[in-house]
């Protein structure tokens, strides 16, 4: 018998005569909070990362700011003009490395935990070029900021890779003190737009 | 209402005055509380090491001992946890249908003394009096098992001349653990000899709980260190009255 | 290995060992101190905690009480995304799969996110066996691996050394296996995570096969999640070409949505945050991004011992969180080397057993490495009952002796003959009352002769040899009473007379 269906058969075995119904209730909500982008941007410098909100005709100069003399890769559908950056066309992890930022969209915001989600369009681009540079400008509009984890599992498609993000990299491992920045981006600059 | 006494092994055997002083409270308070000359002990002992067929002519002394009764009261959280919440176990064990049905009568009706105080009663002060300073001990049982809650607090805050200072991580346990004492000495005394510093820490003459096991254990480690802490059930605190005291 | 350390003593044991280190009591008590009020701290601002637990603990049941069905609905899903999906019996064969995968790429080495799963088959050193090495790359495993020791924790398996200590061992055994810690490296907790992150850069960059495990699998979609901090995770599931994820069967769950209560139960429970930095979710391949070649394989290894039974079943919805480590007042003090196995405290205390049975002695001494106080059980996001659990394994412990002809060991012998004595005296109130008198006879005595007396006058035994030894090597003991209560009541009718 293969192992596929020995352990498939043990498991049948192991709930013989277990009733499979089991009644889910549904989770509760968070209460509402008012302002949502409000809590949005409370919520995602409680992890100390960097917000800025800026209009849609500032987004450019902010953009321009946050990064300051960093050289950057850009997603091929930012859709904000970046100067002097490099379009990812496929580079390598160590031409990554060589990189110091990257500017993305998201594709969701989520108000309760301060989380920004990827999900890796052409806006925000291939995962690896939102991880390996060490400052991440991420552009999130206030439209996308949804209230709580249940409204983002809704919009968001699990067939796509996601990054969920919330705050800098971060260890506790020494002593359970928080250190901000080990593997992933060091620095998290969300700008957040309208 | 028939209210019985279940005074658990462990008072029975080592400390009665709690017993006595029960039985005292509830007179006081109106109610002839009957002691089921049949009755032994819970069961807890048996189950919580393992041995659950052992557990079954126990448990089936509990529910003959005091099969009629509205109410049984005891003195100990942890006893009244084992009767509401083990004794179907044992009994489901036992494949016997009418022991089943029997501990399904009497678990539900099983009280702990604060429950019964409380809720059955509906009191809070029992006119107690007790002008020392006094820190609470909430077991585990009693907090996590039955859910107790306040109840202790607002019997201990509503006494007379007490003055009830704060346990520091009150809510940690002891150690003591049944045999867990014994098996896992060392870690028990390691949690106990925390649990004694908090409570030297508070400057309390007198430590109060709802179970004498635990009490014997902090008790038996604080005398061991010469702390000069008494241990006292709370059914003594609340027992005591002006003059009496 | 497979599942518990080899060679470990019975809990008793390594408990005394581990308490008389208190460099570790101290490192334990801090640690977690610390983040059993970052939990408390986040746990009381979401309004209905007890709700979102009812919610987890149902999503993680459903999908246990109906595995085969989902097992099968995720191989299809994940099969249809383009993975490549495996079966394993055991830990054996679950190496195997691995190894094979690195063979067939022609690798001499692995990056791995943290996974208990693969701590439990003891995946680095099957990779080892074969000469494939095996880096570890969360900050605490690093730190575990490059100290030749063993994990402690599941959250923080480092959780036991200090900075001080780490420092140490990054200065000592960096340099062996890659890039060497800097000359100036201090104990500054972000100094040394700023060398972890320099020393693993180059073997992210280079590596062409990853090996993680999921916290979660969705059947219906075919996504695997990984919940993590550091990054290192998005590392390994990114930059590979070849990622294989070794995931035990009991991390289905059934739907995509029932994905939203565990990552809300799951980070406020483990680091005490709102939401941990990085969460990944994948299902299957994606054309030009992240690997492509994944390989899944599902793990029993004792895991359909455990569905089998029906009060410990419970334990499989386990999201490894470890909030009923930080609470436990045993573990506390013992740390989680003392449990023998990669999953320490009270919820190790129940899963080893169910998973591998209590046939050896020191498996069989975990349920009894408990106080049974219950606050695991409050704290545990998917409220798994582990004191009833606890309970239950012990009795599994006392049957599996109840056929002995030879005691198999004096302790288990001694214990069963004063259970059974006892039985015997509570069954029957008569004998009761002969026990108590006896024990009265045993005050007197104790009164006559001790000079014990505990604050309110009563006399007390201070140390005694032989069996109360253990009671009263640290603990006085009160004489028993003159009489017992049911003496005092047939005398007094009840103090009426
Ligand atoms: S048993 Fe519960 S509290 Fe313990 S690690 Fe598992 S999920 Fe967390």
């Known amino acids: 018998m293969s192992a596929r269906d020995d352990i498939l058969r043990r498991v049948r075995e192991a709930l013989d005569g277990v009733s499979p119904a089991v009644e889910i209730p549904a989770a509760p909500r968070a209460p509402d909070r008012g302002d949502l982008v409000a809590l949005f941007v409370e919520r995602v410098e409680d992890y100390r990362a960097i917000v800025t909100r800026c209009a849609a005709d500032e987004l450019e100069q902010v953009v321009r700011d946050a990064l300051g003399e960093a050289r950057a890769v850009v997603p091929p559908g930012l859709g904000v003009e970046v100067a002097g950056a490099t379009v990812d066309d496929g580079l390598t992890a160590t031409e990554l490395d060589a990189i110091d930022a990257v500017v993305t969209r998201a594709a969701v915001g989520i108000a309760e935990t301060g989380t920004i989600v990827l999900d890796h369009r052409p806006d925000q681009g291939r995962r690896a070029i939102s991880l390996v540079p060490d400052l991440h400008v991420c552009i999130v509009d206030a439209s996308q900021v949804v209230a709580d984890v249940p409204d983002a599992i809704a919009v968001l498609d699990p067939a796509r890779p996601l990054t969920w993000i919330s705050g800098p990299s971060a260890t506790s491992d020494i002593e359970l003190d928080r250190v901000e920045g080990v593997h992933g981006p060091r620095t998290l600059h969300v700008v957040l737009v309208g | 209402m028939r209210v019985a006494l279940q005074i658990t092994c462990v008072n029975d055997a080592m400390f009665p005055d709690t017993g006595k002083a029960v039985v005292r409270l509830l007179r006081r308070l109106g109610v002839d509380v009957d002691f089921p000359g049949a009755q032994t002990c819970c069961g807890q002992p048996m189950v919580n090491t393992g041995y659950l067929d052992e557990a079954v002519p126990v448990v089936r002394a509990f529910v003959d001992a005091f099969a009629g009764y509205d109410a049984i009261v005891t003195p100990s959280g942890s006893c009244a946890g084992s009767a509401r919440h083990q004794h179907s176990i044992v009994a489901e064990r036992s494949g016997d249908p009418a022991l089943v049905a029997a501990v399904a009568e009497t678990a539900p009706r099983t009280y702990e003394l604060t429950e019964f105080l409380v809720d059955v009663l509906g009191v809070t002060d029992v006119g107690a009096y007790f002008p020392h300073r006094v820190t609470y001990h909430p077991t585990c049982h009693s907090l996590r098992m039955l859910g107790v809650g306040d109840r202790p607090r607002r019997l201990l805050e509503a006494v007379r001349g007490i003055e009830l200072v704060e346990l520091p991580n009150a809510t940690e346990c002891c150690g003591f653990g049944g045999t867990f004492a014994l098996k896992n000495a060392d870690t028990s005394i390691a949690m106990g000899a925390d649990k004694a510093r908090h409570v030297r820490d508070t400057g309390a003459e007198v430590l109060v709980a709802g179970d004498n096991s635990c009490l014997m254990h902090i008790g038996g480690m604080l005398s061991r260190q010469r702390a000069g802490v008494r241990v006292m059930h709370l059914a003594e605190i609340l027992a005591a009255t002006e003059g009496a005291a | ?497």
């Open chain 3, 1 to 497: 290995m497979s599942g518990t350390f080899v060679g470990m003593p019975a809990f008793p044991t390594a408990a005394r060992e581990a308490l008389a280190d208190t460099q570790q009591r101290r490192n334990l008590a801090h640690a977690t101190r610390t983040i059993r009020d970052k939990r408390a701290a986040v746990v009381a601002e979401v309004e209905d905690w007890e709700g979102l637990r009812l919610a987890g603990a149902a999503v993680k049941e459903a999908a246990l009480r109906d595995l085969a069905t989902h097992l099968e609905t995720l191989e299809e899903s994940l099969t249809r995304a383009g993975a490549i999906v495996h079966w394993a019996r055991d830990a054996e064969e679950a190496c195997a799969i691995v190894a094979q995968v690195a063979r067939d790429h022609g690798v001499d080495e692995v990056v791995k996110v943290k996974s208990m799963a693969t701590g439990e088959i003891g995946l680095n050193e099957a990779l080892e066996a074969e000469g494939i090495a095996a880096w570890e790359t969360d900050l605490a495993e690093l730190i575990v691996q490059l100290g030749d020791d063993l994990p402690s924790h599941i959250l923080v398996p480092a959780i036991h050394r200090n900075r001080a200590e780490i420092r140490e061992i990054f200065r000592r055994r960096m340099g062996d296996v890659g890039r060497p810690a800097p000359e100036a490296l201090t104990d500054d907790p972000g100094v040394l995570a700023g060398a972890a992150r320099e020393h693993l850069r180059e073997k992210f960059l280079r590596a062409k096969v990853a090996v993680s495990g999921a916290n979660f699998a969705v059947a219906d979609t075919g996504t695997l999640v990984v919940v993590e901090s550091e990054g290192n995770g998005r590392m390994c599931l990114t930059l590979p070409e070849v990622l294989v994820s070794v995931v035990g069967i009991e991390k289905v769950v059934a739907t995509w949505s029932d994905l939203d209560a565990m990552l809300r139960l799951l980070p406020r429970s483990s680091t005490g945050e709102r939401m941990n930095p990085y969460t990944s979710t994948w299902s299957g391949v994606t054309p030009g991004d992240g690997p492509q070649e994944v390989h899944v394989v599902l793990l029993d290894n004792g895991r359909t011992r455990a569905l089998a039974d029906d009060v410990g079943r419970q334990a499989l919805r386990c999201i490894r969180c470890s909030a009923c480590l930080n609470v436990c007042p045993v573990y506390e003090r013992v740390g989680g080397h003392a449990y023998g196995s990669v999953y320490p405290g009270p919820i190790g205390a129940i899963l080893n057993p169910l998973l591998h049975g209590v046939s050896d002695e020191q498996t069989a001494s975990l349920p009894y490495a408990s106080s049974l106080c219950g606050a695991c059980f409050e704290v545990c996001p998917v409220r798994i009952d582990i004191p009833s659990v606890l309970v239950d394994q012990r009795a599994a412990v006392v049957d599996s002796h109840r056929g002995d002809r030879v005691p198999r060991s004096g302790s288990h012998w001694q214990e069963a003959v004063a259970m059974k004595a006892a039985a015997w005296t509570f069954s029957d109130s008569r004998r009761l009352r002969w026990a108590e008198r006896a024990s009265g006879l045993a005050g007197r005595v104790i009164g006559r002769f001790s000079r014990t007396t505990l604050p309110g006058g009563r006399a007390a035994a201070g140390r005694l040899p032989g069996p109360a030894a253990g009671w009263t090597g640290a603990r006085d003991l009160p004489a028993p009473p003159p009489e017992s209560f049911r003496e005092w009541w047939d005398r007094t009718d009840g103090g009426r007379s």
